[in-house]
């Protein structure tokens, strides 16, 4: 029954800017099966539903069809049946066997017929992203803003012959996020979604689904709060629900803040797309609302655990010899999000001074150069901060010059939690490859 809410919420919202006073049924009425519904390609399926039955894509419902469908949900929804999945978006099945039913009980709750017009409203509201997954929040403006993508849609629709039809959710992702980036232009808003379209079966084309973390990129930029809770579904044959989970935004916007902050804001606003694509590809978005909430965690990219730790074998030592662009983005990425997950923006410098001063170590002793290259690279091995501390004794007895800034080194590691460990040297030790490939360069 979320989408009622969901579908409410934004009524009010649109009554508000509009200066209107539509009942659910009337915004049904007028503005939204006028555009879903009424016409041969419909901008959403509903499974089960008096618009789809019947229906043939070989040769869609007429005018007169078309009414005579809305004119059977109508009824539907006057009648005396209470509101099942067939007619009320959200709600169980029919019966008490049906896969998506829900819990058996004697209670009849009192449904009006302004929630389930409400249900359809809000059904058209979800966020869409990658894993089959849409997302609801309640939240006035960011539905607001995905109903302003709403006519576009259809006038894709209508432009577009072998357009794939039936792909609100979709669209939604794919329109939120773009209408929330810098690249936006509200003088010409399908220009960016033109290049959202791919090619599908059958010589079509269709709208690509989005990631969850360029909506919540977008969120994070646009809106003020410190947590938004969303409700996670997947509306179909098979009803899935993960439930309401909360995403922290001051978190999942700090990788892309220190990303602007440490690499500069051209670098990252040249390479923009690339850079959000990078965060979060680690793990699913179901594995992410696992841990119950989202935040920098969830953003961990893709194949940077084997700089880390990993499970077997020895961590990956990171190699900046003759980097492309694609993987100098990479690393940056990598050492950003590492960075954000510290969430002590002076660690930075603390790496930096630990992996020049490790370099310095290495470069003190032209004699013993590759004994001193395996020491650090101990220290940079270590698995826990036990092995660390243990692995600095003995380079700095020998250290010279740097003993002081190795052993503030030790120190910052002594008093760090142990879950900030890993990330802390793994930090050090790109920090350490970067330099190391600096000072290659130049004594060529």
């Known amino acids: 029954m979320i989408a009622s809410v969901i579908g409410k919420t934004f009524l009010k919202e649109y009554n508000r800017r509009e200066k209107t006073d539509y009942s659910a049924e009337e915004f049904f009425d007028k503005i939204y099966h006028p555009l879903f519904y009424d016409h041969e390609k419909y901008m959403q399926w509903m499974t089960n539903s008096p618009f789809v039955q019947g229906y043939r894509s070989a040769s869609p419902p007429d005018k007169t069809i078309r009414l005579e469908k809305l004119a059977n949900l109508k009824q539907k929804i006057s009648g005396d049946d209470e509101p099942d999945a067939s007619f009320a978006i959200g709600f169980p099945a029919a019966g008490e066997t049906g896969t998506t039913s829900g819990q058996v009980t004697t209670l009849s709750p009192v449904v009006e017929d302004e929630d389930i017009y409400a249900s359809w409203i809000g059904g058209g509201l979800g966020i869409g992203i990658k894993g089959g997954f849409s997302i609801y929040f309640n939240h006035p403006e960011i539905l607001w803003k995905v109903y302003e993508g709403w006519n576009l849609y259809r006038n894709f629709l209508e432009e577009y012959d072998n357009l794939r039809p039936n792909q609100i959710d979709t669209w939604n992702g794919q329109w939120f996020s773009y209408a929330c980036s810098k690249e936006f232009n509200a003088a010409f808003p399908e220009t960016g979604m033109r290049n959202a379209l791919e090619p599908a079966a059958g010589g079509n084309i269709q709208f690509k689904t989005q990631q969850w973390t360029e909506v919540m990129f977008g969120i994070a930029r646009q809106f003020k709060e ?219």
């Open 226 to 444: 410190s947590q938004i809770t969303g409700y996670v579904f997947s509306l179909g044959q098979m009803n899935t629900t993960i439930g309401f989970i909360p995403f922290e935004l001051p978190d999942i916007a700090r990788p892309l803040q220190f990303y602007s902050e440490l690499f500069g804001e051209n670098d990252f606003l040249d390479s923009t797309t690339k850079i959000t694509r990078m965060y979060g590809t680690a793990h699913s978005f179901r594995s992410a609302c696992q841990k119950g909430v989202i935040g920098t965690s969830a953003l961990e990219p893709k194949d940077l655990v084997q700089y880390m730790q990993p499970r077997r074998g020895r961590a990956k030592t990171p190699d900046f010899r003759n980097a492309d662009q694609e993987k100098e983005i990479t690393f940056k990425v990598y050492q950003t999000w590492l960075l954000a997950m510290l969430n002590n923006k002076e660690l930075w410098d603390h790496a930096d001074n630990a992996a020049k001063a490790y370099l310095e170590y290495v470069e003190g002793s032209k004699k013993a150069s590759r004994q001193r290259t395996n020491a650090i690279d101990q220290i940079l091995d270590a698995t826990n901060k036990r092995t660390f501390i243990e692995a600095n004794i003995e380079v700095i007895e020998n250290a010279e010059g740097v003993a002081q800034k190795i052993s503030d080194i030790v120190e910052q590691i002594h008093l760090m939690p142990e879950d900030n460990f890993r990330y802390f040297k793994t930090l050090i030790k790109f920090r350490y490859a970067f330099w190391k490939n600096q000072q290659q360069g130049e004594n060529l």
